[in-house]
């Protein structure tokens, strides 16, 4: 190709594929989306079968133009945009806005998963047309987020405060958030026992710690007070001891499929702490390509929006390959192990994210990436590799001990333990829900026998209550979101940071909280527009939206359909819906003119302002305390709120004092030291200054394992 011109849509990905073609090509960026509708007006033709009007921005008119010029002395033009609907999208955008077609010249699309020179290369040999399927679909999405956007939007300002969205997956997400408070608050805590009794062996120094599960006839018993645990562990301690089973059987378990989109997001939040913005940001760098060694800028991970965890058969054997020589034969299954997606609508045509080469270690790029893209690359290279190892081989053992009170009374205890037999996969790699599990399957036991008579050393009892389900990580909304089928790999992002932005809820020590603003927004559209906020519907739209992907159906119907009873439930609501006060009163006083100032929300979060408005237009910012001192000056530290919606927590005294953590402060000290204490965790906290790990008392929170 003599004078062809590729346009992708960032100047990195353009950097990294001008040098894999060289100079017979002219690779130019699009800077993104180049055309779209109206932000001033609705830009749908509800009246003519919802045609859009597509307008191409003021600050785009600079791109459009030097990309048609550059058209203009090309054989032939490769639209090489991102390998998804949105990139197909911006591929016929491109078409229309820069007037590509005719003259003679060729339009050919071009779709690779990884920016490498291989898979560039060959992508360009099987060059294709615009998928008009792909661009439909994205244009019902497009249609139906206008639509609903924009007809929503003005009447959450005018009946609760101006600034406020709504959208089909931001609803839905605030919703479960919202759904989950008030389970939160409704729970009513359950007060049960535990209780553990030490057995030791006839013979030696061996003891082992029990835990009372049955009656003796097998019947499961609870402890539900303090006396009905103070009269069975009496009980107990006069109690005869047998081993009335013993089994041990080995168990296999398997490694994780490799990252998609939302399980990579999910990881990468709890491994990292990384938000899910973040961590798409991050990955979007090693896709578009880095710098390293004597290589050229190269793509190292494949298209990080993706459903699929099938990966290429060829990077299999790789895989396979490498694992053999580096750990050996034995780490190697006998055949690959082939993933296929448990989420609805999966589109398995994507391949997993995976590094391009599996040679391409951690350790060989180190000097060559920041710590965040390290950090990241890392977890992708190490859960690909990992997803083609040997399972783990555990002996599990269970013991089950007869506590004979009488010849018709008594109870059942068992003990188990856990030993690893064979790493597998866990040599390189253990999700980091395994590993709390490990964790408590270190513990041993003596080699009893079935029959063996053991006699009581000592015993415990522990009140506990019930717990209610935690509130949702950016991890465990996520999955939500995907499992219940709602949303797409692009969308889960933004849809996090879009209710934050908004106010509607709040991270409290990296849990989402709704604000009295999203609570209200919320019960408003579930009262009066039901089907927005319904995940089931939502997830029927997007299957819908595959349908019309794969050819089944048109766009224009299934607009239709979602349509003309959602502009039913618009039909009068202005006239139904009450206007909502936001206002909360506040003990602080305006400092021009005296009068109490009141809590509002506004487009940044809440603010304070003054009731003397309009004469007095006094505002301040507005932030709630911690009960916690700063450990500088000795003021309150107050929950604050970045530019970017994230929450922090700040000295206020600022800006005299500077202090500010991202870590949540406990009001109580550090028991050891006086000092303060930093949650660090799931129900911990570690003190600043001596570093004592303590217990953290945070209300309604609960183990991870309540949001299975």
């Not at 965890?309 to 299999?316: E, L």
């Not at 589109?347 to 995976?354: K, L, N, T, V």
């Not at 597998?424 to 599990?437: H, I, M, P, S, V």
Request: net charge positive; aromatic share 8%.
């Amino acid at each position: 190709m003599k004078n062809g011109l590729v346009v992708v849509e960032s100047p990195a990905k353009a950097r990294t594929i001008g040098r894999i073609l060289g100079s017979n090509y002219k690779v130019v960026a699009s800077m993104g989306h180049i055309r779209d509708l109206p932000k001033s007006t609705l830009g749908v033709d509800v009246e003519n079968a919802f045609e859009p009007k597509y307008v191409v921005p003021p600050s785009k008119a600079k791109v459009v133009s030097q990309i048609r010029v550059a058209a203009a002395k090309a054989d032939c033009v490769y639209l090489a945009t991102d390998p998804d609907r949105e990139g197909e999208a911006i591929s016929w955008h491109l078409v229309t806005a820069a007037h590509l077609e005719g003259k003679g010249r060729e339009l050919r699309r071009v779709v690779f998963h990884e920016i490498t020179a291989d898979a560039v290369k060959k992508a360009f040999k099987h060059s294709r047309d615009i998928d008009m399927r792909l661009v439909d679909a994205q244009q019902a999405r497009r249609v139906m987020d206008r639509l609903m956007g924009y007809k929503l939007s003005p009447l959450l300002w005018k009946k609760v405060q101006r600034g406020l969205s709504a959208g089909r997956v931001q609803s839905v997400a605030l919703r479960l958030v919202v759904d989950r408070e008030r389970e939160i608050e409704g729970f009513k805590a359950e007060e049960y026992w535990v209780l553990q009794v030490k057995l030791a062996r006839a013979t030696g120094n061996e003891s082992f710690w029990t835990r009372l599960v049955a009656l003796r006839n097998g019947k499961k018993f609870l402890v539900p007070s303090e006396a009905v645990a103070v009269d069975t562990m009496d009980q107990l301690r006069s109690a005869a001891y047998t081993v009335s089973e013993v089994k041990t059987r080995d168990v296999q378990r398997r490694p994780s499929a490799p990252f998609t989109t939302s399980t990579l997001q999910q990881e990468a939040s709890r491994r990292l702490r990384f938000s899910a913005s973040q961590t798409m940001a991050v990955a979007q760098q090693l896709y578009e390509g880095v710098s390293h060694g004597k290589e050229d800028s190269t793509g190292l991970i494949t298209y990080m929006r993706t459903d699929s965890p099938r990966i290429a058969p060829a990077a299999v054997s790789d895989i396979r390959d490498y694992i053999s020589r580096t750990y050996g034969d034995n780490y190697v299954p006998s055949k690959p192990y082939r993933y296929a997606s448990k989420t609805k609508f999966a589109q398995e045509a994507h391949e997993a994210i995976r590094p391009t080469s599996v040679l391409r270690t951690p350790d060989s790029l180190q000097s060559f990436l920041d710590r965040n893209q390290l950090r990241l690359y890392k977890l992708i290279w190490q859960r690909a590799v990992a997803s083609q190892m040997a399972p783990s081989v555990y002996e599990n053992t269970s013991v089950t001990m007869d506590a004979r009170v009488s010849d018709d009374k008594g109870f059942q205890l068992q003990a188990s333990a856990s030993k690893m037999k064979f790493p597998g996969f866990a040599a390189l790699y253990t999700e980091k829900a395994d590993e709390a599990a490990d964790e408590e399957e270190r513990s041993q036991l003596p080699d009893v026998k079935e029959g063996e008579n053991l006699t009581y050393a000592d015993s415990s009892t522990e009140q506990k209550f019930t717990q209610p389900p935690a509130r949702y990580t950016e991890a465990t909304l996520v999955r939500t979101l995907e499992q219940k089928g709602i949303g797409r790999p692009s969308t889960y992002a933004p849809t996090l940071s879009v209710i934050q932005q908004r106010d509607y809820v709040l991270k409290d020590a990296g849990r989402f909280r709704p604000t009295r603003l999203g609570t209200v927004v919320s019960d408003l559209l579930s009262e009066h527009f039901p089907k927005v906020v319904d995940a089931g519907f939502t997830a029927q739209m997007e299957a819908q939206l595959d349908q019309v992907a794969q050819g089944d159906r048109d766009w224009i119907s299934v607009v239709r359909e979602f349509y003309v009873p959602f502009a039913g439930e618009l039909d009068g609501a202005e006239e139904r819906i009450a206007r909502v006060d936001l206002t909360e009163p506040s003990d602080v006083l305006c400092p021009n003119c005296g009068l109490p100032m009141v809590v509002r929300s506004g487009r940044f979060g809440r603010f304070l302002a003054c009731t003397g408005y309009p004469e007095c237009k006094t505002t301040k910012p507005y932030a709630r305390g911690t009960g916690a001192h700063c450990p500088e000056c000795g003021a309150e530290l107050m929950v604050k709120r970045s530019k970017k919606g994230k929450t922090f927590y700040g000295c206020s005294g600022y800006p005299n004092c500077k202090f500010a953590t991202s870590r949540q402060p406990m009001p109580k000290p550090c028991p050891e030291c006086g000092k303060l204490l930093l949650q660090q965790g799931r129900g911990k906290a570690k003190c600043l200054s001596c570093g004592a790990v303590t217990s953290a008392d945070s209300p309604g929170e609960a183990d991870e394992s309540t949001d299975e």
